[in-house]
């Protein structure tokens, strides 16, 4: 994984750079995984907001007030990255280890070798660049999804919508969003990296496919949440 990934960065950098190929790859990995990353991002607002508001009332009368506070910096830090990476190594990262694993059994790759077509270049740069760039973007969405989505169950439940924006605005700042950013991009390299890895180390035919498949989830997940915490860590140091 450390040799595809110096690779990755080698090769990353040499002409031709195929757009349309890079392009194909956003439009797969990014947009048409907007459903699923609002959705899931929604409801994880949504069960935040109703969960923190009903904890906080029964402790003590009138904390709901920063509900706001409490729901957009749980989202923007850790659940919207985390759980948008997660959700995409599921959908994306799944995908992209079954294509390359398949093309890997079947001596696909074997064949771009002999039309001088480097396959690191050809097939994990596109997906690495999609991954990396698209991750943060989707992250975006799924907070700003996430934090409406608790704004609609605290002012149905707790509290006004112009107290929880208020109290939003009062404990956000913009080294929040940009930590949260910036591990969205590091685990967009990270599912890029193993699922790349594992379709390129694909044996076995169809049983080795379907293994490489599997690795490559649980890899990603194992790898993104030890990676949360030390980028924690590390931003906290650095006061982001």
Excluded at 32 to 48: D, H, K, R
Excluded at 109 to 136: C, E, G, Q, S
Excluded at 185 to 214: D, H, P, R, Y
Aim: hydrophobic share 55%; charged share 10%; net charge positive.
């Amino acid at each position: 994984m450390v040799l595809l990934t110096l690779s990755l960065f080698r090769w990353m950098f040499k002409k031709p750079f195929d757009r349309e190929l890079i392009l194909r790859q956003m439009v797969k990995i990014g947009v048409n995984s907007i459903p699923v990353a609002i959705t899931t991002a929604l409801f994880t607002g949504m069960v935040l907001a109703l969960q923190a508001g009903y904890t906080l009332e029964t402790k003590i009368k009138g904390v709901s007030q920063f509900l706001g506070s409490v729901v957009s910096l749980s989202l923007v830090r850790e659940l919207g990255p985390v759980l948008t990476a997660m959700v995409i190594a599921g959908r994306m990262g799944s995908a992209v280890a079954a294509e390359i694993g398949t093309m890997q059994v079947t001596e696909q790759i074997d064949a771009l070798y002999t039309l001088a077509a480097n396959p690191v270049k050809y097939l994990a740069v596109p997906r690495f660049l999609a991954f990396t760039l698209m991750l943060p973007l989707l992250t975006i969405f799924a907070d700003l999804i996430g934090w409406m989505g608790g704004l609609f169950v605290s002012s149905l439940k707790f509290t006004t919508s112009t107290v929880y924006i208020e109290s939003t605005r009062s404990s956000l700042e913009v080294g929040d969003i940009i930590g949260g950013l910036m591990k969205a991009l590091v685990f967009g390299a990270i599912i890029a990296i193993v699922s790349c890895w594992q379709g390129f180390s694909t044996t076995n035919g169809a049983e080795g496919v379907g293994k490489a498949t599997t690795n490559a989830v649980v890899f990603s997940f194992m790898l993104i949440l030890i990676s949360d915490y030390f980028l924690t860590a590390i931003l906290t140091v650095v006061h982001f």
